[in-house]
């Protein structure tokens, strides 16, 4: 099998794969027409190289970063293809098209798109070649979150499947198979649900942003950092479990009146407001090491540090 992939697309998320991939020991092709790919494929090699230094690996242990000058050069004999280009409905099908026609006969395309689903990138490929395309979304950063949410399409084969699942944990991370396609996926209906109700707290005068986001830390996020949501309602309910958690509780969540929202920019000036006020105009860089440090203490604690 080959141990080259491809990387299409050299965004924040694209270049976060390229760097995970070559972490996990795989030979990296990446193009984007951006003018200083160049540039960026050499500064993802200088931090592989120096991240396996840091780690006193081998060279042979860890993968290269290349620039590939053309979708039909990076995908040239590859077994997995990461597409994480523009998120265009019209244009992801055209260049999925590319990508089919010049890879190999079993190699996976996958699309780190969040919102455009298989079915409609492969809508107008072969059966055969449709039957490869699938969604591999990562959460930002990939190299850092374990999580990808694999999405395959109805005309998307078991093999693709499995092969995809399996090439997501040579790279360490944790693959979920979603059971069909749906707008959001998982992960981000999640987020979606408690994004609305954190802006309609703040709104409604409940909390402030800064202190929304204290309690978050300091409860439901610790929380669930070491557990999900149906295994902390199991330890909730007591020896009875999710089914004492529901019987004792349920009817009181239940009875929760939903507040108004309003995520419409001119609805969300105070909300903005707030929360430049209390992190600045913009995230610093600072700020995100310090999140990644964090995410990462988190990670070696429950042994997924790589």
């Given at each position: 099998?080959?141990?080259?992939?491809?990387?299409?697309?050299?965004?924040?998320?694209?270049?976060?794969?390229?760097?995970?991939?070559?972490?996990?020991?795989?030979?990296?092709?990446?193009?984007?027409?951006?003018?200083?790919?160049?540039?960026?494929?050499?500064?993802?090699?200088?931090d592989?190289t120096?991240?396996?230094?840091?780690?006193?690996?081998?060279?042979?242990?860890?993968?290269?970063v290349?620039?590939?000058?053309?979708?039909?050069?990076?995908?040239?004999?590859?077994?997995?293809?990461?597409?994480?280009?523009?998120e265009d409905p019209?244009s992801?099908?055209?260049?999925?098209?590319?990508?089919?026609?010049?890879?190999?006969?079993?190699?996976v395309?996958?699309?780190?798109?969040?919102?455009?689903p298989?079915?409609?990138?492969?809508?107008a490929?072969?059966?055969?070649?449709?039957?490869?395309?699938?969604v591999?979304?990562?959460?930002?950063?990939?190299?850092?979150?374990?999580?990808v949410?694999?999405?395959?399409?109805?005309?998307?084969?078991?093999?693709?499947v499995?092969?995809?699942?399996?090439?997501?944990?040579?790279?360490?991370?944790?693959?979920?198979v979603?059971?069909?396609?749906?707008?959001?996926?998982?992960?981000?209906?999640l987020q979606?649900?408690?994004?609305?109700?954190a802006?309609?707290?703040?709104?409604n005068?409940v909390?402030?942003?800064?202190?929304?986001?204290?309690?978050?830390?300091?409860?439901?996020g610790?929380?669930?950092?070491?557990?999900?949501?149906?295994?902390?309602?199991h330890?909730?309910?007591?020896?009875?479990?999710?089914?004492?958690?529901?019987?004792?509780?349920?009817?009181?969540?239940?009875?929760?009146?939903?507040?108004?929202?309003?995520?419409?920019?001119?609805?969300?000036e105070?909300?903005?407001?707030?929360?430049?006020?209390?992190?600045g105009?913009?995230?610093?860089?600072?700020?995100a090491?310090?999140?990644?440090?964090?995410?990462k203490?988190?990670?070696?604690?429950?042994?997924?540090?790589?």
């Open positions: 099998m080959s141990s080259t992939v491809a990387v299409i697309g050299a965004g924040t998320i694209g270049r976060s794969f390229a760097y995970l991939f070559a972490r996990s020991g795989y030979t990296v092709r990446v193009f984007d027409p951006r003018s200083d790919l160049a540039e960026v494929v050499a500064e993802l090699q200088a592989v120096a991240d396996a230094s840091a780690r006193n690996e081998l060279a042979s242990q860890v993968g290269t290349e620039i590939a000058e053309t979708v039909e050069a990076a995908v040239a004999g590859v077994v997995f293809v990461q597409e994480s280009g523009p019209e992801k099908p055209v260049l999925f098209s590319q990508i089919a026609e010049a890879a190999p006969t079993e190699t395309f996958a699309t780190s798109s969040s919102t455009i298989a079915s409609s990138i492969a809508a490929l072969p059966e055969s070649e449709a039957s490869r395309v699938i591999g979304h990562p959460f930002n950063p990939p190299h850092l979150m374990p999580l949410e694999v999405v395959p399409s109805p005309q998307t084969s078991t093999e693709t499995d092969a995809t699942v399996e090439f997501y944990r040579s790279c360490g991370r944790e693959p979920v979603l059971g069909r396609e749906i707008r959001g996926f998982v992960g981000n209906r979606n649900a408690l994004m609305k109700e802006i309609s707290l703040v709104q005068g909390v402030t942003a800064a202190d929304l986001d204290t309690v978050m830390k300091n409860s439901l610790l929380r669930w950092s070491a557990v999900g949501q149906f295994e902390g309602m330890f909730g309910g007591g020896e009875a479990g999710i089914r004492g958690f529901m019987d004792h509780i349920g009817p009181a969540f239940a009875a929760i009146e939903d507040l108004p929202v309003d995520v419409d920019p001119a609805g969300m105070d909300v903005f407001e707030q929360v430049e006020e209390a992190y105009p913009t995230p610093t860089p600072q700020a090491a310090v999140r990644d440090r964090i995410q203490a988190v990670l070696d604690a429950r042994g997924q540090g790589r």
